[in-house]
């Protein structure tokens, strides 16, 4: 053999090579790792989305829709108004505690089983055979009503934190619902660009905002400490208080867990994308787990920094811009433009946290449409060639979001109670989850194999968290205020009641013909 035919035959083996490494990438990330591949077929699943998240990427992710710092001052209103600064902090740290069990109660199901279902699927595999059906089918319901929900919520909360901010720029401006609906409008659609448009772009985009979400952490937190004036220790941690009128101190801090539920609420969100994640039973947990850890840490040191530096309580409550916290960012800046600057961040993030609550919405409804759950399953289940993310889901979580905030302009509080059920619909499917995996733990039942396991120590942990996820179930139902007049009542319990009674109509009606359960096409494949 020539030196020519010699250099065109390491020419040929270096592209064959190339090649094959090129189609061995494509394979992985179109299928995922071996065990990606053996958990979808032991679920009985084809694996459709794309697997370009990894960890990096899903703790970003986690971390920017559940922003405990940045939602816990955008919700401090709540324990100030229930509880004072002694129970706001208190009761972060109590919610912290009982969110954690929780947390690591499903980090253990989602590594058993990753499924963008989550929930639903879980209560499929886990709940008593004769049961498994219809609660898998109820739970399924909730988290669609949950997320579903949470677009037009954390909208909202964008929004009208934007228009907070004109007002402490333009005395003039007079806040009208109609423009708040439009800018949650405007935020849904900037939401949904990124995940139809950008969606390739998704994981990039979480590790960016990661690190937005960190430093502006920072560039509060040492602000405030530097230039705002601070209360007495004894003042912040001792200062219970009963704004609200219940008569009753405890019973006010209660009410005002509200607030620190919500910033630690979503921490399924990530199982949601577990189809879009490689090697998702070994990493999603360890995801999870890491969020809360982290979220539940900057959020305290966030708080105690605005109980510290709050000042007079009722000036802060009752501050034009209709958040306490931009108020309290102006009163240490002494200047407009540093108070918008800071502030600023906490309205962008609430914009990305949108931008997650859209992708996983549309996934959690994508899952459940493939196993005939909804009206319309084989439309919203279809996953575009070419797009390789499901969106017919997508758009109709748009469409959903748009109808929603169309009730703000009618009533706020209408639309509110609307928006807040989903924290309520995600702790029901939380209890019945986590209570499905508990009674085999109680009966020694045997568990499916996973990569993160609670050992002996989970049946102790699921009860715990079952305990605490009942006691924050039935106070996210309560008003802010005893007594309430109708524009000041929480409706939660009646919008709730609707929605689960329209499910169960369905269900008799059609859903027990059509649907069987994630856990029937498993036993198929064994």
């Known amino acids: 053999m020539d030196e020519q035919q010699k250099t065109e035959t390491f020419v040929h083996q270096r592209d064959s090579a190339s090649a094959e490494s090129q189609n061995d990438l494509e394979v992985s990330e179109k299928k995922g790792t071996p065990d990606d591949r053996k958990d979808m077929h032991r679920m009985g699943k084809t694996q459709e989305l794309r697997r370009n998240f990894r960890f990096v990427s899903i703790f970003g992710y986690s971390m920017i829709l559940m922003a405990t710092w940045e939602t816990g001052l955008t919700t401090l209103i709540i324990p100030l108004t229930n509880g004072g600064t002694g129970g706001a902090i208190v009761l972060f740290l109590a919610t912290?505690?009982?969110?954690?069990?929780?947390?690591?109660?499903?980090?253990?199901?989602?590594?058993?089983?990753?499924?963008?279902?989550?929930?639903y699927h879980w209560v499929s595999e886990f709940a008593p055979r004769k049961h498994q059906k219809f609660l898998s089918y109820v739970v399924g319901w909730l988290c669609v009503l949950g997320w579903q929900t949470g677009?037009?919520?954390?909208?909202?909360?964008?929004?009208?934190?934007?228009?907070g901010l004109i007002v402490l720029n333009n005395?003039?401006?007079?806040?009208?619902r109609w423009h708040g609906t439009l800018l949650v409008i405007a935020v849904a659609t900037f939401s949904i660009v990124f995940n139809t448009l950008l969606a390739r772009k998704l994981p990039m985009i979480e590790g960016t905002v990661l690190v937005l979400h960190i430093f502006g952490f920072f560039a509060i937190f040492i602000t405030m400490w530097v230039l705002a004036p601070r209360s007495s220790a004894k003042e912040v941690f001792g200062g219970f208080?009963?704004?609200?009128?219940?008569?009753?101190?405890?019973?006010?801090c209660l009410v005002g867990q509200l607030a620190p539920i919500f910033s630690?609420?979503?921490s399924d969100a990530a199982t949601h994308m577990s189809e879009e994640l490689r090697d998702a039973a070994y990493t999603l947990p360890r995801a999870m787990i890491w969020t809360?850890?982290?979220?539940?840490?900057?959020?305290?040191?966030?708080?105690?920094t605005f109980c510290f530096c709050l000042g007079d309580v009722q000036s802060a409550i009752e501050s034009p811009t209709g958040y306490p916290h931009i108020q309290i960012m102006y009163n240490a800046t002494g200047n407009r433009a540093g108070a918008t600057a800071l502030a600023s961040l906490t309205t962008i993030m609430a914009v990305f946290g949108c931008v997650n609550n859209v992708a996983t919405s549309s996934r959690q409804l994508f899952a459940f449409a493939r196993d005939n759950g909804i009206p319309f399953g084989a439309f919203l289940s279809r996953v575009q060639p070419g797009w390789d993310i499901p969106l017919n889901s997508v758009l109709v979580s748009f469409a959903i979001a748009i109808l929603l905030s169309l009730i703000n302009i009618g009533?706020?509080?209408?639309?509110?109670?609307?928006?807040?059920?989903?924290?309520?619909?995600?702790?029901?499917?939380?209890?019945?989850?986590?209570?499905?995996?508990?009674?085999?733990?109680?009966?020694?039942?045997?568990?499916?194999?996973?990569?993160?396991s609670l050992g002996a120590a989970g049946i102790w942990i699921n009860g715990a968290a079952i305990v605490y996820l009942a006691l924050a179930f039935v106070f996210a139902f309560f008003p802010t205020f005893p007594h309430p007049t109708p524009d000041l009542m929480n409706w939660n319990i009646l919008i709730y009641g609707v929605v689960v009674v329209f499910s169960l109509v369905y269900f008799a009606v059609k859903g027990r013909r059509v649907y069987v359960g994630p856990v029937e096409y498993t036993r198929r494949m064994e």
């Not at 005395?171 to 009208?176: G, K």
């Not at 208080?241 to 006010?252: P, R």
């Not at 809360?292 to 105690?304: D, W, Y």
Request: glycine letters at 10%; charged letters at 10%.
């Open 96 to 119: 912290a505690i009982g969110m954690g069990f929780v947390i690591v109660s499903m980090a253990e199901m989602a590594s058993m089983a990753p499924t963008s279902g989550g929930q």
């Open 151 to 163: 677009i037009a919520s954390i909208g909202y909360l964008a929004g009208t934190q934007i228009q």
């Open 171 to 176: 005395d003039s401006y007079v806040p009208e």
């Open 241 to 252: 208080q009963d704004n609200a009128g219940w008569g009753n101190v405890g019973l006010s």
């Open 264 to 266: 630690l609420l979503g």
């Open 292 to 304: 809360a850890i982290t979220n539940s840490v900057l959020g305290f040191l966030m708080l105690v």
């Open 411 to 452: 009533s706020t509080v209408a639309f509110n109670s609307i928006a807040s059920l989903g924290t309520c619909a995600l702790l029901s499917s939380y209890i019945i989850s986590i209570s499905c995996i508990f009674l085999k733990r109680w009966r020694a039942e045997p568990l499916l194999p996973s990569r993160f």
